[in-house]
C-alpha cells in the first residue's frame, strides 16, 4: 500500500526484521531510501541499492583490512584519486574505487534522522585488481 503525502507516493520496500526508526521505502521516481516522516533517498534505483550489498559483501570478503570513520571524520576523507562506483547510484549513499581501495559512504541515516553523528564511512583496503575490478 503506498504512503505518503501528495503528490509524493512511497512504497514499503519489505518487512521490518528488527526495530528501526525508519522504513525502507521505494519512492516516487524508483528511488531505493529510508523514511521516517522526511525522505532520504539513498540509491537511484532498487538495482543501485542491490549492487550496492553485492559490493559490501565482496569487499568484506576480500580487503586485507577495514576501517571504519564515523561523524566529521567522514567529510575529512580525501577522495583524490579515487573514481565513483557508477552501478550503485548512489545518492546520499556511494561507492568510491581506487587503486587498491573500495570506500562505502553512508550518509542516509544521518540525513533522515538530522543526526551528523551518524555519517559513516567504510574503507576496504588491500585489494588486488581482482577485488576492486571484479564481483566474484
Same mark, same amino acid.
Given at each position: ?7 509524493d ?5 519489505? =518487512?521490518?526484521? !528488527? ?7 521505494i519512492?516516487?521516481?524508483? &528511488?531505493?531510501?529510508?523514511? +521516517?516522516?522526511? *525522505? ?6 532498487i ?6 550489498? +553485492?559490493?559490501a =559483501?565482496?569487499?568484506r570478503?576480500c580487503?586485507? !583490512? %577495514? %576501517?571504519? @570513520? !564515523?561523524g566529521?571524520?567522514? =567529510?575529512? @576523507? =580525501? @577522495?583524490?584519486?579515487? &573514481?565513483?562506483?557508477p552501478?550503485v ?5 556511494? *561507492? *568510491? ?13 544521518? &540525513?533522515?534522522m $538530522?543526526?551528523?553523528?551518524?555519517? !559513516?564511512?567504510?574503507?576496504? +583496503?588491500?585489494? $588486488?585488481? *581482482? ?6
Amino acid at each position: 500500500m503506498p504512503e505518503g503525502p501528495d503528490p509524493d507516493w512511497y512504497f514499503g520496500a519489505g =518487512d521490518q526484521r !528488527t526495530a528501526l526508526p525508519y522504513a525502507f521505502m521505494i519512492g516516487p521516481g524508483g &528511488e531505493f531510501g529510508l523514511h +521516517a516522516g522526511d *525522505w532520504a533517498p539513498l540509491h537511484a534505483s532498487i538495482e543501485g541499492w542491490v549492487e550496492a550489498l +553485492a559490493l559490501a =559483501d565482496h569487499a568484506r570478503r576480500c580487503a586485507r !583490512t %577495514t %576501517t571504519t @570513520l !564515523t561523524g566529521d571524520a567522514v =567529510d575529512d @576523507l =580525501d @577522495l583524490d584519486g579515487f &573514481e565513483p562506483v557508477p552501478e550503485v547510484a548512489g545518492l546520499a549513499d556511494t *561507492w *568510491w574505487r581506487g587503486t587498491d581501495s573500495l570506500i562505502a559512504i553512508y550518509r542516509g541515516e544521518a &540525513e533522515v534522522m $538530522n543526526a551528523p553523528q551518524c555519517r !559513516t564511512a567504510t574503507i576496504y +583496503a588491500g585489494l $588486488n585488481e *581482482w577485488g576492486i575490478h571484479r564481483l566474484g
